[in-house]
Antibody, heavy 118, light 108 residues
Framework: QVQLQQSGAELVRPGSSVKISCKASGYAFSSYWMNWVKQRPGQGLEWIGQIYPGDGDTNYNGKFKGKATLTADKSSSTAYMQLSSLTSEDSAVYFC???????????WGQGTTLTVSS | EIVLTQSPTTMAASPGEKITITCSASSSISSNYLHWYQQKPGFSPKLLIYRTSNLASGVPARFSGSGSGTSYSLTIGTMEAEDVATYYCQQGSSIPRTFGGGTKLEIK
């Protein structure tokens, strides 16, 4: 069965960077877009960007260009999102989700909570 | 960017009541690319309806969707206590992907 397993919660200092992972299993990792979605406490869902692991092609929400960098490792079926120059505004739950296109997304990771605090 | 505006933002319904949530797009979307999600606190979003009107696997038949162009809706035929959640529409037609602001559904 398809599963997306995300890395654990992170507590990081302002100004630092963090890399969150999403390990996929149960399907052909290279053949589906992997998306990243942000949700601040009590707020809605915000699309960050997507990566196609097959060729590394990426699309970003303009708001997150320079903030988020998406990569994927086909050998381990893992997608990564690096967030840089962290501030309190980056404190949120981050989800990975397969697809979000023609069929929506039936498959979501469990979410990774990022807390940026000194 | 396609902006999705949901209405209402918050609502309360009695058990057995029929509920309709609307999603208005700033420009026309193919109905093949409009989807609905349910999210309960502390959980990931769950796909309810894909391509406007198709029920996702395991979703109760009291949920339905319709619409075209710039106007879409999600209907719950008879409200149940387990339907308390926040509902989001999402478009997969263009980049950036966008979500509606959400509709929080409570029970009376």
């Amino acid at each position: 069965q398809v599963q997306l397993q995300q890395s654990g919660a992170e507590l990081v200092r302002p100004g630092s960077s963090v890399k969150i992972s999403c390990k996929a299993s149960g399907y052909a990792f290279s053949s589906y877009w992997m998306n990243w979605v942000k949700q601040r406490p009590g707020q809605g869902l915000e699309w960050i960007g997507q990566i196609y692991p097959g060729d590394g092609d990426t699309n970003y929400n303009g708001k997150f260009k320079g903030k988020a960098t998406l990569t994927a490792d086909k050998s381990s079926s893992t997608a990564y999102m690096q967030l840089s120059s962290l501030t309190s505004e980056d404190s949120a739950v981050y989800f990975c989700a397969r697809g979000l296109d023609y069929y929506g997304s039936f498959y979501w990771g469990q979410g990774t909570t990022l807390t940026v605090s000194s | 960017e396609i902006v999705l505006t949901q209405s209402p933002t918050t609502m309360a319904a009695s058990p057995g009541e029929k509920i309709t949530i609307t999603c208005s797009a700033s420009s026309s979307i193919s109905s093949n690319y409009l989807h609905w999600y349910q999210q309960k606190p502390g959980f990931s979003p769950k796909l309810l309806i894909y391509r406007t009107s198709n029920l996702a696997s395991g979703v109760p038949a009291r949920f339905s969707g319709s619409g075209s162009g710039t106007s879409y809706s999600l209907t719950i035929g008879t409200m149940e206590a387990e339907d308390v959640a926040t509902y989001y529409c999402q478009q997969g037609s263009s980049i950036p992907r966008t979500f509606g602001g959400g509709t929080k559904l409570e029970i009376k």
